[in-house]
């Protein structure tokens, strides 16, 4: 299947609401009690039931960064994300690409609640965190920061400030990074919200939080 892609149809977290509550569904309609089970069915019961839960998690994650971590970033920039989506985009996880696949593969796409190029755009969220921390990293080099530079500096303390990896959006099966691949993980997501801030503010809106770099490992 190939899907193009965008912006789903509706909102995130409605989507994954619904995929959850007919995963739920699905699973009471194809309950047996144990005995009267395939291995099959107990193997299908299994993943139904667990993606559910995982659903349930992701929910759960959006709706701490809504109320947590997206006020605290736009109290510390002075700007105001327009669309929240755009932003929990960033921070869906990559733990979540095999949760979305494991569901496209499972059932037909006439039988699932939403239109499978929404499930297909889900798998495909976390590499929207990479392509915007590039935007950012190069409209800093180019049109903000001052004469030539390896890297733009303070992004892993950006990060830490805003608390943005304890905020990722992910499953407990995700692999934890340390040392240099978790500093890049951190320079990744807080280059990414630059790379919207720009997006959807325009430079002016990036040259404002551009001080932060400065000061990133002061408290927020």
Same mark, same amino acid.
Request: charged share 30%; hydrophobic share 40%.
């Given at each position: 299947? &190939?899907?193009? /892609?965008?912006? +789903?149809?509706?909102?995130?977290?409605?989507?994954?609401?619904?995929? *959850?509550?007919?995963? @739920? *569904?699905?699973?009471?309609?194809? #309950?047996? +009690?144990?005995?009267?089970?395939?291995?099959?069915?107990?193997?299908?019961?299994?993943?139904?039931? =667990?993606?559910?839960?995982?659903?349930?998690?992701?929910?759960?994650?959006?709706? *701490?960064?809504?109320?947590?971590? !997206?006020?605290?970033?736009?109290?510390?920039?002075?700007?105001? #994300?327009?669309? *929240?989506? $755009? #932003?929990?985009?960033?921070? @869906?996880?990559?733990?979540?690409?095999?949760?979305?696949?494991?569901?496209?593969?499972? #059932?037909?796409?006439?039988?699932? +609640?939403?239109?499978? $190029?929404?499930?297909?755009? !889900?798998?495909?969220?976390?590499?929207? &965190?990479?392509?915007?921390?590039?935007?950012?990293?190069?409209?800093?080099?180019?049109?903000?920061?001052? =004469?030539?530079?390896?890297?733009?500096?303070?992004?892993?303390?950006?990060?830490?400030?805003?608390?943005?990896?304890?905020?990722?959006?992910? !499953?407990?099966?995700?692999?934890?990074? %340390?040392? $240099?691949?978790?500093?890049?993980?951190?320079?990744?997501? &807080? =280059?990414?919200?630059?790379? !919207?801030? /720009?997006?959807?503010? =325009?430079?002016? %809106?990036?040259?404002?939080?551009?001080?932060?770099?400065?000061?990133?490992?002061?408290?927020?």
């Amino acid at each position: 299947m &190939a899907y193009e /892609y965008g912006p +789903p149809s509706r909102p995130i977290e409605d989507l994954l609401t619904a995929i *959850q509550e007919w995963l @739920m *569904q699905e699973y009471r309609a194809e #309950f047996l +009690p144990t005995p009267r089970r395939s291995p099959r069915r107990t193997r299908r019961l299994r993943r139904m039931r =667990g993606w559910s839960r995982d659903i349930g998690r992701l929910v759960s994650g959006i709706g *701490q960064v809504k109320r947590e971590t !997206l006020p605290r970033i736009e109290r510390d920039i002075g700007y105001v #994300f327009p669309d *929240q989506d $755009r #932003f929990i985009r960033i921070l @869906m996880d990559r733990s979540t690409k095999r949760l979305f696949l494991g569901i496209l593969a499972e #059932f037909p796409e006439d039988a699932l +609640p939403v239109p499978a $190029r929404d499930i297909a755009i !889900l798998e495909s969220i976390s590499d929207d &965190a990479r392509a915007l921390a590039l935007i950012g990293d190069v409209t800093l080099r180019l049109k903000v920061l001052p =004469g030539p530079r390896a890297d733009v500096p303070g992004l892993a303390h950006l990060s830490d400030r805003w608390r943005l990896h304890e905020s990722l959006i992910g !499953l407990e099966c995700r692999h934890r990074p %340390a040392g $240099r691949a978790l500093e890049r993980e951190k320079e990744i997501l &807080a =280059g990414a919200v630059l790379g !919207l801030l /720009y997006v959807e503010g =325009g430079i002016s %809106a990036l040259r404002a939080a551009v001080p932060l770099l400065a000061h990133a490992a002061g408290p927020a």
